[in-house]
C-alpha cells in the first residue's frame, strides 16, 4: 500500500459549517470544503447568523468557519453564544481584519483559529483541520502582531558618565536632543569648572589623590562647553 493511501485512509472526515454573507467567498468555501482530497464534509452554509444558529445546533460540526462582518447579528456574537453550547465544536474566524484588537476580541468570545481570506486555499484547509484536532490555527500575520502586542517597547536606559556633575550630564542631554547651546540658562555655563586635583567632582573627598582615569576625557567635554558658551554668548 502507498504512502498517500495510507495518509489517506488516516485522515479523519469532518463535517464542516460555513457562515458568510458574500455569496462569492460562500461558493468558495463550499467548494473548497467539497473537495475529496481534504476529506471534508460540508454540513451547511449559511448567509447570517439568525439562519445558522438553529442548524449549527442541530447538526453540531466539527468544525464552522465564520466571517466577523455578518448582516444584524455579528460573527463574533454568533461564536459567543454558541461555543458554549457546541463543546466539541471548533469555531474559526475567515476575515479580511488583521487588527489585534479584533483578533484578542475574537479569541475571548470563544474562537479557535483567526485566519485571513487572503490566505491561500490549502492553509485554510491546514487550519480547519488543525483546529478540529484541538490546535489553534493563526494567519501568519496574526501570529506576528500577536507576538509584537506581547513584547513591550524598549526603553532606552540613561547612563551617568563618570566625572560629569549633574548640571553637565543634563547639558549634554539637552545638546543631543537638539536644543541649541544659546537655548541654555546661562547659569549652566558656570557649572562648567576645569577638573583638578582639589576641586574635581572626580574625587571631591580626596586632595592629594590623582586624578581619576576618564577625567582626561572630561577635561576635553568641560573645554568644549566653554568654547561653546563663549561663541554663542
Same mark, same amino acid.
Not at 448567509?47 to 453540531?60: G, H, T
Not at 586635583?197 to 592629594?208: I, Y
Given at each position: 500500500?502507498?504512502?498517500?493511501?495510507? /495518509?489517506?485512509?488516516? +485522515?479523519?472526515?469532518?463535517?464542516?459549517?460555513?457562515? /458568510?454573507?458574500?455569496?462569492?467567498?460562500?461558493?468558495?468555501?463550499?467548494?473548497?470544503?467539497? !473537495?475529496?482530497?481534504?476529506?471534508? %464534509?460540508?454540513?451547511?452554509?449559511?448567509? #447570517?447568523?439568525?439562519?445558522?444558529?438553529?442548524? &449549527?445546533?442541530?447538526?453540531?460540526?466539527? =468544525?464552522?468557519? =465564520?466571517? &466577523?462582518? +455578518?448582516?444584524?447579528?455579528?460573527?463574533? %456574537?454568533?461564536?459567543?453564544? +454558541?461555543?458554549?453550547?457546541?463543546?466539541?465544536?471548533?469555531?474559526?474566524? +475567515?476575515?479580511?481584519?488583521?487588527?489585534?484588537?479584533?483578533?484578542?476580541?475574537?479569541?475571548?468570545?470563544?474562537?479557535?483559529?483567526?485566519? &485571513?481570506?487572503?490566505?491561500?486555499?490549502?492553509?485554510?484547509?491546514?487550519?480547519?483541520?488543525?483546529?478540529?484536532?484541538?490546535?489553534?490555527?493563526?494567519? @501568519?500575520?496574526?501570529?506576528?502582531?500577536?507576538? !509584537?502586542?506581547?513584547?513591550?517597547?524598549?526603553?532606552? @536606559?540613561?547612563?551617568?558618565?563618570?566625572?560629569?556633575? *549633574?548640571? /553637565?550630564?543634563?547639558?549634554? %542631554?539637552? &545638546?543631543?536632543?537638539?536644543?541649541?547651546?544659546?537655548?541654555? *540658562?546661562?547659569?549652566?555655563?558656570?557649572?562648567?569648572?576645569?577638573?583638578?586635583?582639589?576641586?574635581?567632582?572626580?574625587?571631591?573627598?580626596?586632595?592629594?589623590?590623582?586624578?581619576? !582615569?576618564?577625567?582626561? #576625557?572630561?577635561?576635553?567635554?568641560?573645554?568644549?562647553?566653554?568654547?561653546?558658551?563663549?561663541?554663542?554668548?
Amino acid at each position: 500500500m502507498s504512502e498517500s493511501i495510507i /495518509e489517506s485512509t488516516a +485522515l479523519k472526515s469532518l463535517r464542516v459549517g460555513i457562515v /458568510e454573507d458574500d455569496p462569492t467567498l460562500r461558493l468558495f468555501m463550499q467548494k473548497l470544503i467539497q !473537495k475529496p482530497d481534504h476529506h471534508f %464534509e460540508l454540513a451547511g452554509a449559511w448567509e #447570517s447568523a439568525e439562519a445558522a444558529v438553529k442548524p &449549527l445546533i442541530d447538526s453540531r460540526p466539527h =468544525v464552522v468557519v =465564520v466571517d &466577523l462582518e +455578518l448582516p444584524t447579528v455579528s460573527g463574533m %456574537e454568533l461564536i459567543r453564544q +454558541l461555543s458554549p453550547r457546541l463543546i466539541e465544536t471548533a469555531f474559526v474566524v +475567515l476575515t479580511i481584519h488583521d487588527n489585534p484588537d479584533k483578533v484578542f476580541d475574537a479569541l475571548r468570545a470563544g474562537a479557535n483559529g483567526y485566519l &485571513l481570506k487572503s490566505a491561500k486555499p490549502s492553509e485554510i484547509a491546514a487550519g480547519i483541520r488543525q483546529a478540529s484536532e484541538g490546535g489553534a490555527p493563526l494567519s @501568519q500575520n496574526i501570529a506576528r502582531l500577536l507576538i !509584537k502586542s506581547f513584547q513591550a517597547p524598549a526603553v532606552p @536606559q540613561k547612563k551617568d558618565i563618570p566625572c560629569l556633575t *549633574p548640571r /553637565e550630564s543634563q547639558m549634554i %542631554e539637552r &545638546l543631543a536632543q537638539g536644543m541649541v547651546p544659546k537655548k541654555l *540658562p546661562m547659569t549652566w555655563a558656570s557649572a562648567t569648572k576645569p577638573c583638578g586635583n582639589t576641586s574635581s567632582p572626580c574625587t571631591p573627598n580626596s586632595t592629594s589623590a590623582p586624578a581619576q !582615569k576618564p577625567c582626561s #576625557s572630561i577635561w576635553s567635554i568641560r573645554r568644549s562647553f566653554s568654547v561653546v558658551f563663549g561663541f554663542f554668548r
